[in-house]
């Protein structure tokens, strides 16, 4: 994040210079303004060779700073504390807190700028709260999310891995049993002229296995791509594509679900108005159909139109709950139970569906090994045997 360096006129008539974090220097003066009459402001040569606090230590940061807002103790003052407290990256990430609410940030507008501290996610959760009034319980959140995803996204990482791995050495199997190792052997006079060997059947059914194996690692490799770069250069084309296909669209568009409606479910709870809600969470939400969907639910409140219904990407048995909700405490919790489903969805998806796409893959890894077996073991066995019988 940019640092630009502003001389600010305090009200007492001082003259001070502020470190400001921003993205913009407009945004670096909105923050200086805070501070007095800005004199000013330049951006600073600033290289930042740092690493942010591990998901270990952002779960002790965040715990221990819910634990003293929860008794009371003023926000600085718990910062103040976990800095003089601790070292390393915990210390380092209080610190660059304190420096950013000294310059007139908000928590909220604090915690997103620190990008390498707080992932986007987290830092969604925990603008939620602030904007909600209920801080200590988005921090809380925050880590109970974390806490979730992490003891199910390293085993998911490892088997898509070990998946898309096994189909490749299956591939290579198979293509260099077909192009390399099976001509050496069936080329030869022995075995071509032999009317015993016959490897017709094996041919067949390597070839269809090549096929589909190529087939396969397409899909995987289209998959990934259209829920990472795609999804990003074109959201809302990508989500409507994503949608489409089972499982895979519950393990991709999920976890984005969870945190939207959880924001909602929090500010209603804290007795924000359901326009100020969705404005709110359709800013905050990344682009895609999710994003499309707020903002139409916007205009649908504004129209007098029933809301929930312009949240297409949900399931129409979310919508239809959404839509019985009678006040603002009975659609908070509605909000929170959906919130709910989705994480629990998220998490079991990729629980499931990693281990069922590794097992796939193996069964391909024996296939590759028996099409090896059948152009190569068996035609040389029995060229063996012709050799022995005469």
Do not use: C
């Amino acid at each position: 994040m940019p640092v630009f360096k502003a001389r600010v006129l305090s009200s007492e008539g001082v003259i001070r210079t502020h470190d400001i974090e921003a993205s913009t220097i407009d945004l670096a003066r909105h923050y200086a303004d805070r501070r007095g009459q800005v004199i000013t402001i330049k951006k600073k040569f600033n290289i930042d060779l740092s690493v942010g606090m591990r998901p270990s230590e952002r779960h002790s940061f965040l715990l221990r700073l819910s634990a003293m807002l929860k008794s009371n103790m003023g926000l600085s003052a718990a910062l103040q504390k976990i800095a003089d407290s601790f070292s390393g990256r915990i210390k380092a990430a209080a610190a660059g807190m304190l420096t950013r609410l000294d310059a007139g940030m908000e928590l909220d507008e604090a915690v997103t700028l620190d990008y390498k501290n707080f992932p986007p996610a987290t830092a969604a959760l925990i603008k939620a709260g602030v904007k909600g009034g209920d801080t200590q319980r988005a921090l809380r959140s925050a880590v109970e999310f974390e806490q979730l995803l992490s003891k199910v996204a390293n085993g998911a990482y490892k088997h898509f891995f070990t998946a898309f791995l096994a189909l490749a050495i299956s591939f290579a199997i198979v293509y260099y049993t077909i192009y390399d190792f099976a001509p050496i052997i069936l080329d030869s006079p022995m075995v071509s002229k032999n009317p015993a060997i016959d490897v017709t059947l094996a041919k067949v059914f390597s070839h269809v296995l090549l096929w589909v194996l190529g087939a396969k690692m397409i899909f995987m490799a289209g998959a990934i791509l259209l829920g990472t770069v795609v999804r990003r250069i074109i959201p809302n084309l990508a989500d409507r594509f994503i949608l489409k296909i089972p499982h895979y669209k519950d393990l991709v568009l999920s976890r984005n679900t969870y945190v939207t409606l959880y924001k909602l479910g929090l500010m209603l709870g804290n007795r924000l108005t359901l326009a100020d809600t969705l404005r709110f969470a359709e800013f905050e939400t990344p682009r895609g159909a999710l994003k499309t969907d707020l903002k139409r639910a916007r205009r649908f409140l504004d129209e007098g139109r029933p809301w929930a219904n312009a949240l297409e990407s949900l399931h129409p048995t979310d919508r239809a709950a959404l839509a019985s909700a009678t006040d603002s405490d009975d659609l908070a919790n509605t909000l929170d139970a959906l919130a709910e489903y989705y994480r629990d969805l998220y998490i079991s998806k990729i629980n499931s569906i990693g281990p069922a796409v590794e097992f796939m893959s193996a069964l391909y890894l024996v296939a590759a090994t028996v099409s090896l077996v059948l152009l190569t073991v068996i035609p040389s066995m029995q060229m063996t045997q012709t050799i022995v019988d005469s």
